[in-house]
């Protein structure tokens, strides 16, 4: 586990830090660029930790400022901390994110002269087993949390992301269902993609959710999960979250540690939520793609573009 650490900052060390997170923020706004999840997380890095760094160590009043040197001592500063060769990418996406937005002409090192261990993708499989799955909806059903039920069912059934699911629209099932195709306008990183509709339990699945919108009296226009007051987008998100986190432990098999085949992942001791629901439809449409006739190259590419991700590559995160 990483090591947590706090910036111990002097008065004036803080106001210093204060002043970059609004040149950071400033630069930042000034996009549309990826989603607005990702850049709550730019945001948060930049001014949250690299400002308050850039501060205390460099006492740096400007962002153009910032130079190699710079780069190369915050690595090495999260390096000292105990961070995790995936949390430092995540921190330098952050900065190169701002750095492509900024009028800062200095050149950054890259990745490969920044000496980084080599990010070990995909350790743990996250999924979730069909018996797991089934307790979380039977758990929803009995709490009464029909919203919730649908939500678990769409995420396991189509890989949504948890945005994607507060903020899906009536109108959107409606055209899955009739034109096999689940659109998501706005998903990971802003883009667009259509889920294909091409199993049988997901046509089901559309149907019971449009049935229980009907019996609700929403229309085309609305939302499935949320109302259309001023918040409510980020109340839903928030509930389903602390749900899941609830009750997530009360789902899962003592066992599934064991259930492992031959030369697949380990199961992860912790870090299950709505995300795992992704990673199991991921891992079931791949087995399924490939049992119809699809290489592994392909059905990894098919599911990328499902998920939304630009590279294959990443799927290997989510395989078992």
């Known amino acids: 586990m990483s090591v947590q650490f706090k910036y111990e900052l002097t008065d004036a060390q803080a106001n210093m830090a204060d002043n ?25 890095a930049l001014e949250d930790r690299f400002a308050k760094f850039l501060a205390r160590d460099f006492r740096l009043e400007h962002i153009k400022n910032i130079g190699p040197k710079h780069i190369y001592a915050y690595v090495r500063f999260l390096q000292e901390n105990g ?54 909806c039977a758990l929803a059903i009995k709490l009464g949390r029909l919203g919730v039920l649908y939500g678990v069912t769409l ?30 306008p706005r998903g990971k990183g802003g883009r667009k993609r259509d889920v294909p509709v091409d199993t049988h339990e997901q046509s089901l699945v559309l149907k019971e959710i449009l049935r229980y919108a009907k ?34 432990d009360e789902v899962l098999d003592p066992d599934r540690k064991l259930m492992v085949e031959k030369e697949k992942k380990v199961r992860a001791e912790s870090g299950y939520g709505w995300h795992s629901l992704r990673h199991t439809y991921a891992q079931r449409t791949e087995k ?33």
């Open 83 to 136: 961070k995790s060769a995936g949390y430092i990418m995540t921190e330098l996406f952050s900065i190169r994110f701002w750095h492509k937005l900024s009028k800062c002409k200095n050149h950054l090192p890259d990745n490969k002269d920044l000496n980084l261990e080599k990010r070990k993708i995909g350790k743990y499989n996250r999924g979730l087993l069909e018996n797991e799955y089934k307790s979380l």
């Open 288 to 320: 399924r793609l490939i049992a119809c006739g699809m290489s592994l190259e392909q059905a990894r590419r098919e599911v990328s573009e499902r998920l939304g991700h630009g590279r294959p590559q990443v799927l290997e995160t989510y395989e078992d």
């Open 215 to 248: 019996s609700k009296g929403k229309k085309s226009i609305d939302y499935l999960f949320c109302d259309n007051h001023k918040h409510s987008v980020k109340k839903e998100k928030d509930s389903i979250t602390n749900w899941m986190s609830n009750h997530i």
């Open 20 to 44: 970059l997170a609004v040149q950071f923020k400033r630069d930042i706004d000034n996009t549309n660029n990826g989603s607005i999840e990702t850049r709550k997380r730019y945001h948060k």
């Open 155 to 184: 995420a396991y059934h189509f890989g949504l992301q948890k945005n994607e699911l507060v903020t899906v629209r009536i109108w959107q099932l409606e055209e899955a269902d009739s034109n096999k195709q689940l659109h998501i």
